[in-house]
């Protein structure tokens, strides 16, 4: 075993999918209503790590066993308010998988793989993300008050550590620097 425990095959920044969303359209109640997620079945298809219903809700037995079996589950969650400037994220997960939305603003939103490869997306209201683990991620807001809205395949305990799938950017670079190693 190794000093870091690092995956069998690591997600790269290229699995990442990008989403549009559609409207805002008045509803029937005279509210607004906004699709967050809008892929005809053939663009599903075609997005090789798409999440569906069963690989969102699919998670790795090596890495549950690290963490805690209670950790699958579905967790919505917003970020409102953000000042501009302001950092957040700087952490990669091992088990959760993330749906990435705007909701106000605009929030510069920075990936980077186990290989090293660099992404970045401007999320707004307009669009939105779908992220797999082992991705490094940062975000930067650009306007004042920008929000996210979040749809994780993990629960959240704040007062059990094992519920907890949030890792710093140093063991992030331990991983990256020992999968770099072992996959030349």
Same mark, same amino acid.
């Given at each position: 075993?190794?000093?870091?425990?690092?995956?069998?095959?690591?997600?790269?920044?290229?699995?990442?999918?990008?989403?549009?969303?559609?409207?805002?359209?008045?509803?029937?109640?005279?509210?607004?209503?906004?699709?967050?997620?809008?892929?005809?079945?053939?663009?599903?298809?075609?997005?090789?790590?798409?999440?569906?219903?069963?690989?969102?809700?699919? %998670?790795?037995?090596?890495?549950?066993?690290?963490?805690?079996? #209670?950790?699958?589950?579905?967790?919505?969650?917003?970020?409102?308010?953000?000042?501009?400037?302001?950092?957040?994220?700087?952490?990669?997960?091992?088990?959760?998988?993330? &749906?990435?939305?705007?909701?106000?603003?605009?929030?510069?939103?920075?990936?980077?793989?186990?290989?090293?490869e660099k992404r970045e997306w401007v999320i707004t209201p307009d669009?939105?993300?779908? &992220?797999?683990?082992?991705?490094?991620?940062?975000?930067?807001?650009?306007?004042?008050?920008?929000?996210?809205?979040?749809?994780?395949?993990?629960?959240?305990?704040?007062?059990?550590?094992? &519920?907890?799938?949030? %890792?710093?950017?140093?063991?992030? #670079?331990?991983? #990256?620097?020992?999968?770099?190693?072992?996959?030349?």
């Amino acid at each position: 075993m190794t000093a870091v425990a690092v995956p069998v095959r690591a997600p790269t920044v290229h699995d990442i999918t990008e989403f549009e969303t559609a409207g805002p359209w008045p509803s029937k109640s005279g509210g607004e209503l906004c699709v967050l997620t809008h892929l005809s079945g053939d663009s599903v298809m075609g997005i090789p790590l798409m999440p569906t219903a069963s690989s969102f809700f699919h %998670y790795d037995s090596d890495e549950l066993d690290r963490s805690s079996r #209670q950790l699958p589950g579905l967790r919505k969650y917003t970020v409102r308010g953000i000042p501009t400037g302001r950092v957040g994220g700087t952490e990669f997960h091992r088990v959760r998988q993330e &749906m990435v939305f705007g909701l106000e603003g605009r929030v510069r939103w920075q990936c980077e793989d186990l290989f090293g490869e660099k992404r970045e997306w401007v999320i707004t209201p307009d669009n939105g993300i779908w &992220m797999p683990p082992f991705i490094l991620h940062t975000y930067h807001a650009l306007e004042p008050g920008s929000g996210l809205l979040v749809i994780a395949n993990t629960r959240f305990d704040i007062a059990d550590p094992k &519920m907890r799938d949030s %890792y710093p950017r140093e063991e992030f #670079q331990a991983l #990256q620097a020992e999968y770099q190693e072992n996959h030349r």
